[in-house]
């Protein structure tokens, strides 16, 4: 069954620093994956999905994933970290199961900014 | 534009107490969810819907029932509650062409 590992359930940066979010994907290549934030005390929301039609993915708040078939990877990446990325960010993959497409979601990382 | 709406966003049960979260959609999305969060778990599915009339379980579906009798809203019923229950609560709507998933602002139940 397909399914998402997100490594690093924390995940510490200084303010200006690269921001890297592991997520590795099991062995079928999906038709779609996603990364949604989720800010506290809210919904989640969608940051950025991959669709088979670009392998770079720009996503909003200046963050983007690349799809990697070789490594089964979709890391989530920003050049330079501010305050207000400070979110827990979940990978997910849509999983087929009963005739129907639902998401799945990784276990999710807490990404902490430090000034 | 409201997106997706749940209440209550916080109760406190006692173990055995029943409660129903309403969700509503206004989007007019077939596909709608129910999702539990805990710590170190991520989301998990309880309960889906593929359309108004069906439910179908999702990875955690016991000690939980819903309702779709009308599209936009989904109900999920709690009717003995236990502690394990305890969680945040997470309505979503997909739009099916698209894929994306829309939350709500969650809902978090203690149970005593």
């Known amino acids: 069954a397909q399914s998402v590992t997100q490594l690093g359930s924390h995940v510490s940066v200084s303010e200006g620093a690269l921001v890297l979010l592991r997520c590795n994907y099991s062995s079928s290549v999906p038709p779609y994956l996603f990364w949604y934030v989720q800010y506290p005390n809210q919904g989640l929301q969608l940051l950025l999905k991959?669709?088979?039609?670009?392998?770079l993915v720009k996503g909003i708040n200046g963050f983007e994933a690349e799809f990697k078939k070789s490594e089964t990877s979709f890391h989530l990446t920003k050049p330079s970290a501010h305050m207000s990325d400070a979110a827990e960010y979940f990978c997910a993959v849509p999983l087929l199961s009963g005739g129907y497409q639902k998401v799945t979601f990784g276990i999710g990382t807490k990404l902490q900014v430090i000034p | 534009n409201a997106g997706v709406t749940q209440t209550p966003k916080f109760r406190v049960l006692k173990t055995g107490q029943s409660m129903t979260l309403l969700c509503a959609q206004d989007m007019n999305h077939e596909y709608m969810y129910w999702y539990r969060q805990d710590p170190g778990m991520g989301l998990r599915l309880i309960h889906y819907s593929v359309g108004e009339g069906t439910t179908a379980k999702g990875e955690v579906p016991d000690g939980y029932n819903v309702s779709r009798l009308k599209k936009q809203n989904f109900l999920l019923g709690l009717e003995s509650a236990a502690p394990s229950q305890t969680s945040v609560y997470f309505c979503?709507?997909?739009?099916?062409?698209?894929?994306?998933?829309?939350f709500g602002e969650g809902s978090r139940l203690t149970v005593l």
């Open positions: 979503a709507s997909e739009d099916s062409n698209t894929g994306e998933l829309f």
């Open positions: 991959y669709t088979s039609a670009a392998t």
